[in-house]
């Protein structure tokens, strides 16, 4: 007890030290190592104490202690390492306000893999140490994971869907993604093993296994380069001597409109008669990647569009049907009776 007691009076100071600090590692580490050495200490305390009862008692408490001990301390152990991976996957993502070293999805896959890892070793180290054979139980695994293997079938193509997430790295936490093939689109908020959570934009929790992603295409719109302005503008037909300039001075306003990447392809032309206009589309790129960004770039260029137009005297076409009424003449004769 009093061991215990000064224990965690010098973590507290050392924690307090680390967090004086620009280093998060050892943050990680104070922080990981708190509560597990102190169970630790108790464990081979209370374990002491057993084994002088057990000098002056029966024999066979000391065996029995001396088990105990050992499971404790493999337990205790596994819990510090699975605790010190979480504490470094935090610090790796960036969630801890620190900059980000991995994405996220990158770091957790790691952390799940290393603390799957160690549960499982921590596991077979137990059943060791309580007199099972490790080769016996690998062997049964192997038999028995054939029969599951059958009977999970879906669960298994889940897992390794999730794995193909992680190494091929489509998206990632964060990133809108948004599937033509199925009604998905929404931003990913958590990849596991089994289950993709993506947040719609009516802020839906959507639900997807991971084996659907290897069965369908997916757009990640969050990578995108630029974003793109495709848009059809018609002019009266009574403007058709003015349409030649109206298209020069929009390619010339795009050329020079501040937000428009003009590295990328800009294209302003009449290209269409219509019923009740001649059409001319502008086809660019923004700089931005922002949605809200893009609508306010674009509603500029729509208005800056509508000015150029009026400013040459002309007018935007709207749908206009002409109706003609055919004009008949009767002659009327006068019978006259005889």
């Known amino acids: 007890m009093l061991v215990a007691f000064f224990t965690k009076i010098f973590l507290n100071k050392i924690a307090g030290k680390a967090k004086q600090t620009k280093n998060p590692w050892d943050d990680a580490l104070i922080s990981a190592l708190h509560l597990p050495c102190r169970l630790l200490i108790w464990l081979m305390g209370i374990s002491l104490a057993a084994d002088l009862v057990a000098f002056y008692a029966d024999a066979s408490i000391a065996k029995l202690t001396t088990q105990i001990r050992s499971l404790g301390v493999i337990v205790i152990v596994a819990w510090f390492l699975v605790r010190i991976i979480k504490a470094l996957e935090v610090n790796l993502a960036g969630k801890n306000g620190l900059p980000q070293v991995v994405d996220a999805t990158t770091a ?9 890892a160690i549960i499982i ?3 077979l180290i137990v059943m060791q140490s309580l007199g099972y054979s490790i080769s016996g139980v690998l062997a049964f695994g192997g038999i028995g994971g054939l029969a599951v293997g059958f009977a999970a079938k879906d669960l298994l193509a889940n897992f390794f869907g999730g794995l193909t997430i992680y190494l091929d790295r489509p998206f990632k936490v964060g990133d809108w993604v948004r599937s033509p093939d ?4 929404g931003t990913v908020e958590d990849i596991g093993w089994r289950l993709t959570r993506i947040r719609t934009f009516d802020k839906r929790p959507l639900y997807v296994p991971n084996a659907t992603f290897t069965q369908i295409s997916l757009e990640n719109p969050s990578r995108m380069l630029n974003r793109r302005i495709y848009e059809t503008i ?8 003015k349409v030649q300039v109206i298209v020069e001075d929009t390619r010339r306003m795009l050329e020079q409109h501040p937000d428009i990447d003009t590295k990328q392809t800009l294209m302003v032309s ?10 001319f589309f502008i086809y660019t790129f923004t700089k931005t990647t922002n949605w809200e960004e893009f609508h306010r770039i674009k509603q500029d260029v729509m208005l800056l569009i509508i000015g150029i137009i009026e400013k040459h005297g002309a007018e935007c076409a709207f749908p206009t049907s002409t109706l003609h009424i055919a004009s008949h003449s009767h002659d009327s004769e006068t019978q006259k009776s005889g």
């Open 108 to 116: 957790s896959a790691i952390g799940k893999l290393l603390r799957a």
């Open 121 to 123: 070793t921590a596991v």
């Open 182 to 185: 199925k009604e998905i689109e």
């Open 234 to 241: 018609g002019i009266r037909y009574d403007d058709a001597s």
């Open 270 to 279: 009449f290209n269409k008669f219509a019923p009740s206009s001649l059409d």
